[in-house]
């Protein structure tokens, strides 16, 4: 399959200017290995740049990889996408997603395909599926977007609501790229979106959660 990656671009124009494209993969790359970056825009263009890896956060059952990117770069891609810089200040660009050279996707295993409701940071869904960490697939304008998330399931207590309730949660920088790209309006009540949901092949120890409070 041919997925992009959430990310995100920071800018930080203070004395010493720095630059950092983040991503949220599910592989630990080494700190300080030089790796080059494929960074999409909603219109089709790609721009290739060589980062370092500066750091790298563990999270449940994936990692985000902060790559240093060349100033010069970063300016580009802040002017191909319309964004000011902020002199003395940080600017953040969502207008990209993004693919590591050599790179590749673990074993994935498709659990469901359909369109379901976005509503605040949930998407809405009950899938007999235990909770936990999962993939999902969003299509930005036929561009297969793929980041990790949590779903969440528990009981109804009001009988007359049906079965179950389930939701998968939506990282913010995902929802900020939905609205760069035109795909979901930021405070918008709903929109229906089309998704496809993975899981790990061999997932990785998972912390079991319920999140009863959020999907109330």
Not at 76 to 85: D, F, H, P, R
């Amino acid at each position: 399959m041919d997925w992009w990656l959430v990310a995100r671009v920071t800018l930080y124009a203070y004395r010493r200017r720095r630059a950092y494209a983040a991503v949220r993969t599910w592989t630990a790359l080494e700190a300080g290995a030089r790796r080059v970056l494929l960074l999409r825009g909603a219109d089709g263009a790609v721009f290739q740049v060589a980062g370092v890896v500066s750091r790298v956060e563990a999270r449940e059952a994936h990692h985000r990889v902060d790559f240093q990117i060349p100033w010069d770069a970063a300016l580009t891609l802040a002017a191909w996408a319309g964004k000011a810089v902020k002199e003395g200040g940080r600017s953040v660009l969502h207008s990209y997603v993004a693919r590591i050279k050599g790179v590749d996707p673990p074993p994935l295993k498709l659990i469901y395909s359909g369109y379901v409701p976005l509503r605040g940071t949930l998407i809405y869904k009950v899938l007999e599926t235990p909770p936990g960490s999962y993939f999902l697939e969003v299509s930005f304008g036929g561009v297969p977007v793929l980041f990790p998330t949590k779903y969440y399931r528990y009981p109804r207590r009001d009988r007359e609501a049906g079965g179950d309730a389930g939701a998968f949660a939506v990282p913010l920088d995902a929802l900020r790229i939905f609205h760069a790209w035109g795909l979901h309006e930021l405070g918008a009540d709903y929109d229906y979106v089309h998704v496809r949901v993975w899981k790990l092949e061999a997932p990785a120890p998972q912390q079991v959660e319920t999140a009863e409070a959020l999907l109330l």
